[in-house]
């Protein structure tokens, strides 16, 4: 720096220079996309600078929040839309910790937006295949759009027009838009569109009918229609009501239409046809044979011509008729006469006619006819015949009877009475001859029955255990049902085989009696010798010692026992003898099954018991241990013993002064030397508690005095 001076005359005058230097910084940012998304995150651009070091960044974000950094980045997330305010001041580390402010507003400051996407339709529920206005109602500036119609389809257009497939269905849109800042947002409407074709359904009555004039009732019942209109296909005026009603006055085919108009303005239709057919000119009936004509019998076939949607009887003309509604029918007449086959039509409103004149059919000849006064008996009887055969279209010439049992025909012009001499079935006959050659047969049948002869098939004896069949059979075998009826011990039975359990021995008397469909009767009767059981005794006492010598089982029998079997057999001296002798470890039971000369069987179980007490084992109540090798130790002895689980011994105060375990019975090794903690113990009576095991596997507890002398 320097100072110049100008005096009056102008002249100048230059001081010295003397140097400075200016020192702070200069705050300076910019925005990162002009801004940004409401509840986004907004960066900021630090262009600051400065002689020294930047200590500091103090952003004023302009909606109320101050924030201090002290290092890059510079961020701030505004939860409202708007225009802010932002403003910089940075410090540096020069003299006097100097620092700048820099600010931008208005459209260079923040800008925070945030679009709201809507929209709508002129009306949700559509026909199917119809182009639909979609209208957008946005929010937002500088907007781009995304539509998503919920069938794959997509378009950019504010307010796009589409067509959806043609198939009833539902769809949920979705709208997204864009703004001029890049921000987002999207709008859902679920199951928004409906699409839906109209259906022309409806209800209708009496639409066959041959009874002009015919009232058709029509019920509108479509759906997804806005507007329907019917057109009743005679010419007359079409209605537009619900539930409507129409006169048809004459024969012939008519097709109403049901016309529908759904939301959008597509159109559908349905037809209905309406029929009122002439019954007289539309029915027939042709005869295969034509015009037929035959002795006795004929098969006729029949081809019918029936009204559209109309039921008929058809009538032979002998009494029967066909309701199948088969418009071909195959018919037999067996009966000789003059028949006229005929046709009842109805519809469904209960109009009936009936049509005929088709033709006739023929079948000459007689018909044969008889009955008997009975047609069954036994073993053999006589029958008489009555005749009430009857003249068809031609008169009866001639009869002749045959009854099958083997004697010559009759002729006789009217009844006869035969006698029949043994059991069969017959099948008597009557033959009658018109006068135009037709002949004609008639049979019945005669049943001879014979009377039944039963026989009793059974063993002649059984055990007294044991169930005994008794089975019944025929000496000649049935020619008809038979019953059966079983006597035994004051019981009966009627099946034809039986099962019979005596309650005692003995012999048993046996009926049987069979009787057939007519009620002849049978009988026979057998003994039956229901045999005892051998005898099983157990004589004397089965318990045993354990570690003794073993027992031969104590059992007496019945003298005809022939044979012996004994199990289980590991400790027996034989099973197929009657005495084995055991000698078990542990308590066993032994079962015997003895069969007898009758071949009757009997069991009996034996159980050895195998005790051990104090009869196996002895124990001293004195020893003295001066080693003179008699009595020097007290120990427990005896025979059927396997080991000694403990032994321990107390003083007179209950102090435990010795205890062994573990160890085997009789070892005198492993018992009490009369020492305690290594010294003699004092002569005393002492307290004992033995735990002995035996070979049964049987455990005793013994306890007892001891007294050691010394």
Not at 284 to 299: D, E, G, L
Not at 443 to 467: G, M, Q
Request: hydrophobic letters at 35%.
């Amino acid at each position: 720096m320097q100072l110049i001076t100008t005096d009056v005359n102008g002249c100048l005058n230059y001081s010295r220079t003397i140097p400075f230097s200016i020192t702070g910084p200069t705050a300076k940012f910019s925005i990162a996309n002009k801004g940004g998304c409401s509840k986004s995150s907004v960066t900021f651009i630090d262009s600051s600078k400065s002689s020294g070091t930047i200590t500091k960044w103090v952003y004023d974000f302009g909606d109320g929040v101050i924030k201090t950094f002290t290092a890059a980045p510079f961020t701030h997330t505004y939860a409202d839309t708007g225009h802010y305010t932002v403003k910089l001041t940075v410090f540096d580390n020069t003299t006097n910790n100097c620092s700048d402010t820099f600010s931008l507003s208005g459209n260079a400051g923040a800008v925070i937006t945030r679009p709201v996407p809507n929209f709508s339709v002129p009306q949700t529920l559509f026909c199917p295949g119809s182009p639909l206005q979609f209208k957008d109602s946005s929010f937002g500036k500088g907007l781009t759009y995304l539509w998503s119609f919920g069938d794959g389809s997509t378009d950019t257009a504010k307010n796009p027009l589409h067509t959806y497939p043609k198939t009833d269905s539902v769809y949920s849109v979705k709208l997204t838009v864009r703004d001029s800042v890049g921000c987002i947002d999207s709008l859902v409407k679920v199951k928004y569109i409906t699409l839906k074709a109209p259906q022309p359904l409806y209800a209708v009555s009496n639409t066959v009918s041959f009874c002009p004039p015919v009232e058709t009732k029509f019920s509108y019942k479509g759906l997804n229609a806005q507007s329907f209109e019917w057109d009743f296909g005679d010419g007359s005026s079409p209605s537009s009501l619900s539930n409507t009603s129409h006169f048809y006055n004459a024969y012939g085919k008519y097709t109403a239409k049901l016309y529908v108009t759904g939301y959008g303005g597509c159109l559908d239709s349905a037809t209905i046809p309406i029929n009122i057919p002439d019954p007289y000119a539309e029915t027939k009936a042709v005869f295969n044979p034509a015009n037929p004509s035959a002795c006795n019998q004929i098969t006729v076939d029949f081809t019918l011509t029936i009204p559209d949607s109309t039921s008929f009887y058809f009538y032979f003309g002998d009494g029967a008729y066909d309701t199948t509604q088969k418009l071909s029918l195959t018919h037999f007449y067996n009966l000789p006469n003059t028949y006229s086959p005929y046709i009842i039509l109805a519809d469904h409103s209960g109009c009936q006619v009936i049509t005929g004149s088709f033709g006739t059919i023929q079948v000459l000849g007689a018909l044969p006819l008889f009955g008997e006064d009975k047609n069954k008996f036994c073993d053999s009887g006589t029958v008489y015949f009555s005749d009430y055969s009857q003249q068809g279209s031609d008169a009866i010439v001639t009869k002749s009877w045959n009854f099958d049992d083997g004697t010559p025909p009759v002729s006789v012009p009217k009844d006869i009475v035969h006698t029949f001499t043994k059991p069969g079935l017959y099948a008597p006959a009557l033959t009658v001859t018109s006068a135009s050659g037709c002949v004609r047969t008639l049979t019945d049948t005669v049943r001879v029955l014979a009377t039944p002869s039963p026989v009793i098939n059974s063993t002649p004896a059984v055990c007294f255990n044991l169930s005994l069949d008794l089975m019944g059979t025929l000496l000649v075998p049935p020619d008809t049902a038979t019953k059966w009826q079983w006597g035994y011990d004051g019981k009966t039975a009627t099946q034809q085989n039986i099962t019979v359990k005596f309650a005692d021995t003995g012999v048993h008397h046996i009926t049987l009696m069979a009787t057939n469909s007519l009620g002849c009767k049978g009988d026979t009767s057998r003994d039956i010798v229901v045999n005892p059981l051998p005898v099983i005794k157990v004589t004397a006492d089965t318990s045993i010692i354990s570690g003794g010598l073993g027992l031969t089982l104590p059992i007496t029998y019945s003298p005809n026992v022939v044979s012996y079997n004994w199990a289980p057999d590991p400790t027996l001296s034989c099973t197929d003898c009657p005495n084995p002798f055991a000698n078990p470890k542990f308590s066993t039971a032994y079962t015997v099954t003895v069969t007898d000369a009758n071949g009757c069987v009997n069991t009996r179980t034996v159980k050895l018991i195998v005790a051990c007490n104090n009869k196996n084992f002895y124990i001293p109540n004195t020893f003295s241990p001066n080693n003179d090798g008699t009595n020097d130790r007290f120990y427990p002895r005896g025979t059927g013993l396997n080991s000694i689980r403990a032994l321990r011994i107390f003083n007179r105060w209950g102090e435990l002064i010795f205890e062994k375990r573990n160890f085997a019975a009789n070892d005198a090794s492993a018992g009490w030397d009369g020492t305690y903690k290594g010294k003699a113990a004092s002569p005393d009576t002492y307290i004992y508690m033995i735990d002995i095991i035996c070979d049964n596997a049987t455990v005793i507890t013994y306890k007892g005095d001891i007294t050691l002398i010394r």
